[in-house]
């Protein structure tokens, strides 16, 4: 059975509904449970909540605290290709827009690897928009190969591929999958995404599968906040995690929040999430799903991720360039995919982390 067939069963479900019938008493049950199961995450997740936010954010924090210790793994975005033949009508990366697009050689690839190595990072997330005959797995196998030298996990967040294509991505040194479905409401995904191979929802959903298939040893998944209904896109996401923890036991599986912000020709988020609903979906997230990684990206701002460190975050982006070249080889034009908030460097924010009492992780995974 794949994950569709899961998500099927949630097609008719009325989410309006069920929040709605969410009373105090069934929050403070779902809270004391130690294993919670969907209709907690649900209670967790609705808006009634938000006033039991300080117990569930105690409970988050200790449970936490025993699968994580006080530890941050940081590691930073590397983008080696814009060019992209979807059109996605939230990013400003899609194939519509007029700007000039860039793609790394493999020199230049090593140059921004070593600027980023120099940062004092040592786990990477390569990014190229969805183009995959401007960047074929040929080149993707090479980029890898160069990224080898620098650094001790990398992790993709490219075009989904075929299992056999993630294969050979995992063979040449890579070892993780970023994926994020963007959202799991199969109409809105429809109406968002209107050309190239991204149209296709099931394609895409049954992607950390095949990347967990082929062998990568971590998986990140995630729906963009700001395009589908929150509460129930947090749902839908959170069940995908643990439907992918059950499947793939060896699979670390984490998820990420990222927060949709308007790009340039692209269109205003439908929701806006505060950050009060931000904190309780997280925290509903780690009641849910104990050993879940919890990734930070600086779309958000230094004050709001100094703060989640508490809460059951376990991995923050530092230094972030969000453009082709943005560290070594930067163009005055450059376009980036999103604005970053938090632009503090790796060695401020492992700083804040250890004034937390907290360890900054650079390295918990070596490529053999
Ligand atoms: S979100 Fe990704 S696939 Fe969609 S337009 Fe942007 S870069 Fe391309």
Sequence with gaps: MSFMNIIKRFESFDFEEYFKSVTNSDIQ??????????????????????????QMAQK????????????IVLYAPMYISDYCTNYCTYCGFNSLTR???????LEEIDREAKA??????????????????????????DAVGVLKKYFSSIALEMFPMEEDEYRTLKNAGADSLTVYQEVYDQKIYKDVHLAGRKKDYQYRLLTPERGA??????????????????RSEAFLTAIHARYLEQKFPDVEVSLSLPRMTKAKGGIEPKHIIDDSSFVRFMLAWRLFMPRVGINISTRESENFRDKLIYLGATKYSAGSKTDVGGYA???????VQFEV????????????????????????????
């Design 29 to 54: 049950k779902s809270l004391a449970r130690d294993h919670l199961d969907p209709y907690d995450l649900l209670n967790l997740l609705s808006g009634k909540a938000q006033k039991f936010l300080e």
């Design 60 to 71: 988050a924090q200790k449970i936490s605290l025993q699968y994580f210790g006080r530890t």
């Design 99 to 105: 700007f000039k697009r860039t793609k790394l050689s």
């Design 116 to 141: 980023i190595h120099d940062m004092g990072i040592c786990h990477i997330l390569v990014l190229t928009g969805e183009a995959p005959a401007k960047t074929p797995l040929s080149y993707l196998e």
């Design 213 to 230: 298939k082929a062998g990568f040893r971590a998986v990140n998944i995630g729906t963009l906040f700001g395009l589908g209904e929150p």
């Design 329 to 335: 080889l930067k163009a005055d034009d450059s376009t």
């Design 341 to 368: 908030t938090d632009q503090r460097s790796v060695e401020k924010i492992a700083r804040m982390i250890r004034q937390k009492g907290y360890q900054p992780v650079f390295k918990d995974w070596e490529i053999i």
